[in-house]
């Protein structure tokens, strides 16, 4: 396993159009996190998946955001009708379910996301 | 959400130590104290976490102050691939407070 994998790395798009990110976990994992990073700030939470259930949502996800991860496996992250505010690198963590506090989250290397 | 003071950054020389500084006053008892840090272009890695004693690890090591209102994460010799953002977070080891709240880290320059 070569850890959390995300795709693309780099995504341009026009404002208006809708994007699709992909998130694929480390296989044992059962939790997964999307966060948003913007240039010189730390990450920011998006929303939360244990297992396939979407158990919280920041926010800053407004309406033209959503997320799925059917049947507890991979993640997407579909922007619609995308604003040049989204640029960002938009990051994907996941961890194994231990005890809680107690868990080390493994970040993907991210998709850049630039809205022209 | 309880909250971390780091500086915003700091400068070493390379093979030195380094000491990066972090402050939580409001750390309640079921907190723990994680560190993450970001090399550029880079996703967040896990370095290091604690609870109430001194840990280490093959990355760093983490001295907890006896209050638990601060903490120190310790670069025994630092290398110019230590060059990042480190992250001190509080994560609560109860409830559902399982997210990483991220503030903004201190840059760590490490000069050769």
């Known amino acids: 396993d070569t850890g959390v994998s995300q795709n693309p790395r780099h995504k341009i798009t026009k404002r208006g159009q809708n994007v699709t990110f992909r998130c694929d976990p480390i296989?044992?994992?059962?939790?997964l996190y999307w966060y948003r990073q913007t240039l010189g700030q730390g990450p920011e939470f998006l929303t939360y998946?244990?297992?396939?259930?979407?158990?919280?949502k920041s926010r800053l996800l407004s309406d033209r955001f959503s997320a799925e991860r059917p049947k507890g496996s991979f993640s997407t992250l579909e922007i619609q009708r995308t604003e040049q505010g989204d640029s960002a690198m938009y990051l994907c963590?996941?961890?194994?379910?231990?005890?809680?506090?107690?868990?080390?989250?493994?970040f993907g290397q991210g998709t850049r996301l630039t809205v022209v | 959400d309880a909250k971390t003071t780091q500086p915003n950054s700091m400068e070493s020389n390379e093979e030195e130590p380094v000491h990066l500084p972090c402050n939580h006053s409001?750390?309640?008892?079921?907190?723990?104290i994680h560190w993450y840090r970001q090399l550029p272009s880079q996703g967040p890695e896990y370095v290091i976490h604690?609870?109430?004693s001194n840990v280490n690890n093959r990355m760093a090591s983490l001295a907890i102050a006896e209050d638990r209102k601060s903490s120190t994460l310790i670069l025994h010799r630092a290398t110019l691939r230590d060059a990042a953002v480190y992250y001190c977070?509080?994560?609560?080891?109860?409830?559902?407070?399982?997210?990483?709240?991220f503030g903004s880290g201190t840059r760590l320059l490490v000069r050769p």
């Open positions: 963590a996941s961890s194994f379910d231990r005890e809680f506090g107690n868990t080390e989250a493994f």
């Open positions: 998946f244990q297992n396939e259930a979407q158990l919280e």
């Open positions: 977070i509080l994560r609560s080891s109860w409830g559902s407070s399982y997210k990483l709240i």
């Open positions: 604690g609870l109430t």
């Open positions: 296989s044992e994992h059962n939790r």
């Open positions: 409001t750390i309640s008892g079921t907190d723990y």
